[in-house]
């Protein structure tokens, strides 16, 4: 048997539930403006097998289904689907290999984050925001090229060491990890809106950082208090 046809019925009902979710979690992308035309792309593994359900190459937003989301091997490898993964599934394949608490990852171009990452400049911890979400500065992680895992080696490099869910690729820009992929995508959210607000702050002056005391204590109760 190859394909979905060599795993059981627990794992085809899973990965409905992941196509769907995956297809409506992609919505969110062009709504928060974080994607032009076809760049940008979600995924999410499965608890069930070790396989993730991510975006196809080369089409538009408007004209993606939860049918039309593929579905990959840990290795990159198309196991179910009508179209070419992303371009980027070797990074996210990468991730999920090497980063077993990632259940999640997303990557965009989003403007004001991307512009950081042209400059291979971290975006500075200044906001409270930036000390509840990232723990921190986004780092900045190595250039790489497209077509194999370089990205994903650098991603996880990066991350390993670091709190924050995001990493901004030099000269590429953001990826985004998290427990599963609304967490990325959330990340992916708000690593653009500190990203645009600290750009700002710097034409009117020179931001003041948060003392690493306070980032510590922000950190924690923002990801152990906060929402419970």
């Known amino acids: 048997m190859t394909g979905l046809d ?15 979710l995956v297809s409506r979690l992609h919505a969110e992308l062009p709504r928060w403006e974080l994607v032009v035309w076809t760049a940008g792309n979600v995924s999410q593994r499965l ?5 993730f359900v991510i975006k196809p190459s080369g089409v538009t937003y408007d004209e ?3 049918e039309s989301m593929v579905v990959c091997d840990l290795d990159g490898t198309l196991v179910d689907g009508d179209r070419s993964p992303s371009s980027d599934t070797a990074a996210h394949a990468y991730v999920y290999r090497h980063m077993p608490e990632v259940n999640g990852v997303v990557h965009t171009h989003s403007t004001y984050a991307t512009a950081w990452a042209a400059r291979a400049e971290p975006v500075p911890c200044v906001l409270t925001m930036m000390a509840d979400e990232f723990g921190g500065d986004i780092p900045i992680g190595p250039f790489a090229l497209i077509g194999d895992d370089s990205i994903g080696r650098g991603i996880v490099e990066t991350l390993r060491e670091s709190r924050s869910p995001a990493v901004l690729m030099q000269n590429h820009g953001p990826f985004t990890i998290g427990k599963d992929a609304k967490a990325a995508v959330k990340a992916a959210v708000m690593v653009e809106e500190v990203a645009r607000t600290v750009h700002i702050s ?3 002056g020179d931001p003041l950082p948060i003392p690493q005391e306070d980032v510590d204590r922000l950190y924690d109760r923002y990801q152990n208090v906060y929402g419970r």
Request: no cysteine; glycine share 4%; aromatic share 4%.
């Open 6 to 20: 060599a795993y059981g019925p627990e794992v085809h009902e899973e990965v409905a539930r992941v196509r769907e």
């Open 64 to 66: 993606l289904t939860p």
């Open 202 to 204: 710097r034409q009117l």
């Open 47 to 51: 608890s069930t097998a070790d396989l």
